[in-house]
């Protein structure tokens, strides 16, 4: 396992990819999957510019429709 130092520079952190890890795109996508935290690659192009900026994840548009009942589970046994 590979291990890289967290910088603090005018209240942001940085991370310094050891070059193995290193990007070959000027941008990166950014998500939390559980206390993981994962960099993608955002290939010029694809998405149109200003798109991942305009993206507010506390956007109402973002939550999920209620679901209404669950079922019971099935006895097992």
Partial sequence: MSTAEIVDIGGNQMVKLPAEFRFQTERVSIRR??????????????????????????DPKFVRPEQGQVPP?????
């Fill in 33 to 58: 999957d559980g206390e993981a935290v994962v960099l993608e690659p955002v290939k010029p192009g694809i998405w149109p510019a200003g798109f991942f900026d305009a993206i507010h994840i506390d």
């Fill in 73 to 77: 589970a099935p006895a097992l046994g």
